[in-house]
């Protein structure tokens, strides 16, 4: 195979998309790459190169430690294509159709190894749409998600068209918008499939009492059950299923609901919480993709196995006691798509972004998803929509200025009885949801590569931003939340930076509001994407950062947009209302984010409390 594009030359055809062709290649350097060719058709759409170009950004943003890294988004003539690290094996249809279901450990480690693929890509702020078993890749070190969705068109894949079974979720296939939920239903599919070479059948009439989950055991079969159902607000969060497979979590304590079950679900949430918090808000982003027009070039190098080794020098067999059965050997070198046929064969999506779990001496060893280590936006982020208003609140009683006016704090150690905590219910796992961290830490998150530190201890959550690092920790939720309002206690303990609360929608740009104190005293209500200094401050009268402050944030999302409030001490003093469409279910939880140089800072929340 003689042909080059970009910078790659093509060894051999890996496989066929429903939207492109991928192809084994080398870059400049000698060494393997995937490179996958989008069709013309598509290349040639200016919404849709835009759109690439955005999605590989975002895949760019996946946890490197568990995924295979998008390596550069690139142009060649009126040709798009998408590089990817090459991951040497089968994928997970061959591997079933050819050697049957998997068993044991190896299933076991397929289920790890994809749903901290997923973690990794929703904390950055995308949804894969289209898992399947053929995006599942059976490399020398443990299995790789692939292909998450950049210019796929909604409904139902071609693929699926054909007659294949389908593991999109029903309410994609509705043509709905998928969700975190969603992926973790083509999880649970391809699960099942791995399991037993049977797809879900998602969405069929004939498949009254649920899917069939024969062939699948212990908490496997309760998860790819649950995954299964058809409400999406009924199925785990990804956490959840990482938290249950690693033995973090008794299923019988944390999925109370019973698997499903025909009729309605108890839940009617569109769509599953990001288990991870998502790229900070407000600080820069990481490098981004090359430009489609601009000449190509890596966004890195390719690195296939963790630490950065090339992925040359990884064989099967310097994998000790290597789970997974050595690939097949590849194929004769072949040309199957000479050149000639490039303007007509070659089909259309884009890769993204996926996940590696080592998988070493039978043990499935994996990291959890982190978010950019400097907890970046996404660089596509826009600032605020066009209707979106922040304001000083009015003040009941003496008007709109009377916010901006000194006016005395309540004491802070004897809060309004509106702010109160109640007694905390006895499962705590949905809202309503309270932790005053008198105990052991209940499961709150951050990302592994988050830059400080975070824990309950005698009766307080202690977060620690580095300087200049932005820490979001997540509250321990089992189902995601939309319409809240959360009330916590914090002071602020050293430093410069602001924290507070926030609430976090998986949408576009995984939209999150920041609900923050800043040192010096203000308020502010911000947004996903927007630059600092676009974000309106108040100052709060006789705020004082050090001594406890009672903040009561609430997120409220309907047909005109999203309402927000900032109260602090018992007294409102922001509210906002963004007019963007209507706010995604999503993730709640405090926050630090340090500023202005220095040595970080520490705040302490004594309390956190969120209500429907
Ligand atoms: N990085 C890679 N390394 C090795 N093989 C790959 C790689 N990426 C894809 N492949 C092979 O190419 C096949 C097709 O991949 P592709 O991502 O196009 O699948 P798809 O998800 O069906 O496509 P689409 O996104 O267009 O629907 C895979 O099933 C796999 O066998």
Same mark, same amino acid.
């Given at each position: 195979?003689?042909?080059?594009?970009?910078?790659?030359?093509?060894?051999?055809?890996?496989?066929?998309?429903?939207?492109?062709?991928?192809?084994?290649?080398?870059?400049?350097?000698?060494?393997?790459?995937?490179?996958?060719?989008?069709?013309?058709?598509?290349?040639?759409?200016?919404?849709?190169?835009?759109?690439?170009?955005?999605?590989?950004?975002?895949?760019?943003?996946?946890?490197?430690?568990?995924?295979?890294?998008?390596?550069?988004?690139?142009?060649?003539?009126?040709?798009?294509?998408?590089?990817?690290?090459?991951?040497?094996?089968?994928?997970?249809?061959?591997?079933?159709?050819?050697?049957?279901?998997?068993?044991?450990?190896?299933?076991?480690?397929?289920?790890?190894?994809?749903?901290?693929?997923?973690?990794?890509?929703?904390?950055?702020?995308?949804?894969?749409?289209?898992?399947?078993?053929?995006?599942?890749?059976?490399?020398?070190?443990?299995?790789?998600?692939?292909?998450?969705?950049?210019?796929?068109?909604?409904?139902?894949?071609?693929?699926?068209?054909?007659?294949?079974?389908?593991?999109?979720?029903?309410?994609?296939?509705?043509?709905?918008?998928?969700?975190?939920?969603?992926?973790?239903?083509?999880?649970?599919?391809?699960?099942?499939?791995?399991?037993?070479?049977?797809?879900?059948?998602?969405?069929?009439?004939?498949?009254?009492?649920?899917?069939?989950?024969?062939?699948?055991?212990?908490?496997?079969?309760?998860?790819?059950?649950?995954?299964?159902?058809?409400?999406?607000?009924?199925?785990?969060?990804?956490?959840?299923?990482?938290?249950?497979?690693?033995?973090?979590?008794?299923?019988?304590?944390?999925? *109370?609901?019973?698997?499903?079950? &025909?009729? !309605?679900? +108890?839940?009617?949430? /569109?769509? %599953?919480? =990001?288990?991870?918090? $998502? #790229?900070?808000?407000?600080?820069?982003?990481?490098?981004?993709?090359?430009?489609?027009?601009?000449?190509?070039?890596?966004?890195?190098?390719?690195?296939?196995?963790?630490?950065?080794?090339?992925?040359?020098?990884?064989?099967?067999?310097?994998?000790?006691?290597?789970?997974?059965?050595?690939?097949?050997?590849?194929?004769?070198?072949?040309?199957?798509?000479?050149?000639?046929?490039?303007?007509?064969?070659?089909?259309?999506?884009?890769?993204?972004?996926?996940?590696?779990?080592?998988?070493?001496?039978?043990?499935?060893?994996?990291?959890?998803?982190?978010?950019?280590?400097?907890?970046?936006?996404?660089?596509?982020?826009?600032?605020?929509? *066009?209707?979106?208003?922040?304001? &000083?609140? !009015?003040? +009941?009683?003496?008007? /709109?200025? %009377?916010? =901006?006016?000194?006016? $005395? #704090?309540?004491?802070?150690?004897?809060?309004?009885?509106?702010?109160?905590?109640?007694?905390?219910?006895?499962?705590?796992?949905?809202?309503?949801?309270?932790?005053?961290?008198?105990?052991?830490?209940?499961?709150?998150?951050?990302?592994?590569?988050?830059?400080?530190?975070?824990?309950?201890?005698?009766?307080?959550?202690?977060?620690?931003?580095?300087?200049?690092?932005?820490?979001?920790?997540?509250?321990?939720?089992?189902?995601?939340?939309?319409?809240?309002?959360?009330?916590?206690?914090?002071?602020?303990?050293?430093?410069?930076?602001?924290?507070?609360?926030?609430?976090?929608?998986?949408?576009?740009?995984?939209?999150?509001?920041?609900?923050?104190?800043?040192?010096?005293?203000?308020?502010?209500?911000?947004?996903?994407?927007?630059?600092?200094?676009?974000?309106?401050?108040?100052?709060?009268?006789?705020?004082?950062?050090?001594?406890?402050?009672?903040?009561?944030?609430?997120?409220?999302?309907?047909?005109?947009?999203?309402?927000?409030?900032?109260?602090?001490?018992?007294?409102?003093?922001?509210?906002?209302?963004?007019?963007?469409?209507?706010?995604?279910?999503?993730?709640?939880?405090?926050?630090?984010?340090?500023?202005?140089?220095?040595?970080?800072?520490?705040?302490?929340?004594?309390?956190?409390?969120?209500?429907?």
């Amino acid at each position: 195979m003689n042909t080059v594009i970009g910078p790659y030359r093509l060894v051999r055809r890996l496989g066929q998309g429903g939207t492109g062709e991928v192809f084994l290649a080398r870059d400049p350097e000698g060494r393997q790459v995937a490179v996958k060719v989008v069709h013309p058709r598509l290349a040639a759409d200016p919404a849709l190169r835009q759109r690439f170009r955005q999605e590989a950004q975002a895949a760019s943003r996946v946890a490197r430690s568990c995924t295979v890294p998008v390596l550069e988004a690139g142009l060649d003539g009126d040709r798009a294509y998408l590089v990817t690290e090459y991951v040497e094996g089968q994928d997970l249809h061959r591997r079933v159709a050819e050697h049957g279901p998997l068993t044991g450990s190896s299933l076991d480690a397929l289920a790890v190894s994809t749903a901290v693929a997923l973690q990794a890509i929703h904390a950055a702020g995308v949804v894969h749409r289209d898992l399947k078993p053929s995006a599942v890749l059976l490399g020398p070190l443990g299995p790789r998600v692939t292909g998450f969705g950049v210019t796929r068109p909604s409904g139902p894949s071609a693929r699926a068209e054909e007659g294949a079974p389908s593991f999109m979720a029903p309410e994609q296939a509705r043509g709905e918008d998928a969700g975190a939920a969603s992926d973790v239903f083509a999880w649970g599919g391809v699960v099942l499939y791995a399991a037993t070479g049977r797809g879900p059948s998602a969405g069929r009439t004939d498949r009254p009492a649920g899917p069939d989950l024969t062939g699948l055991h212990g908490a496997l079969r309760d998860l790819a059950g649950r995954a299964l159902a058809e409400d999406p607000g009924s199925r785990p969060s990804v956490q959840d299923i990482l938290r249950i497979l690693t033995g973090a979590t008794d299923p019988a304590t944390s999925l *109370a609901q019973p698997a499903p079950a &025909p009729g !309605p679900r +108890p839940l009617d949430l /569109p769509a %599953a919480p =990001l288990d991870r918090p $998502p #790229s900070a808000l407000t600080t820069p982003g990481p490098p981004a993709p090359r430009p489609l027009d601009l000449p190509a070039a890596p966004l890195d190098r390719p690195s296939s196995a963790p630490g950065g080794a090339d992925p040359d020098h990884v064989r099967p067999a310097d994998q000790p006691g290597a789970l997974w059965p050595p690939p097949p050997r590849p194929a004769p070198a072949d040309d199957p798509v000479p050149s000639a046929r490039w303007g007509r064969s070659i089909a259309t999506p884009i890769l993204a972004g996926v996940a590696i779990s080592l998988v070493i001496a039978g043990i499935a060893f994996f990291t959890p998803a982190g978010e950019d280590p400097a907890g970046h936006p996404p660089a596509t982020q826009p600032a605020a929509a *066009a209707g979106d208003t922040a304001q &000083p609140a !009015p003040d +009941p009683a003496t008007g /709109p200025t %009377a916010a =901006l006016s000194p006016s $005395p #704090s309540p004491s802070p150690t004897a809060p309004p009885s509106s702010a109160e905590p109640t007694a905390e219910p006895a499962t705590a796992r949905t809202l309503p949801f309270r932790d005053d961290f008198s105990g052991a830490d209940r499961g709150w998150t951050t990302a592994a590569s988050g830059k400080g530190r975070h824990q309950a201890s005698q009766g307080a959550y202690r977060i620690t931003a580095k300087a200049d690092a932005y820490l979001p920790v997540i509250a321990p939720l089992t189902a995601p939340v939309k319409n809240t309002t959360i009330t916590a206690k914090v002071r602020m303990l050293r430093g410069k930076g602001d924290f507070g609360v926030f609430c976090r929608g998986l949408d576009e740009g995984a939209r999150r509001y920041e609900f923050s104190i800043t040192s010096s005293g203000d308020a502010s209500i911000g947004k996903s994407g927007e630059a600092p200094a676009s974000v309106r401050h108040v100052p709060v009268p006789g705020l004082r950062p050090a001594r406890l402050i009672v903040l009561q944030a609430t997120c409220r999302s309907g047909a005109a947009g999203t309402s927000l409030s900032l109260s602090v001490n018992g007294r409102k003093v922001l509210s906002r209302l963004d007019r963007k469409r209507p706010f995604a279910s999503g993730s709640i939880g405090m926050f630090a984010h340090a500023r202005h140089g220095g040595s970080g800072v520490e705040v302490s929340f004594n309390s956190f409390e969120a209500r429907p």
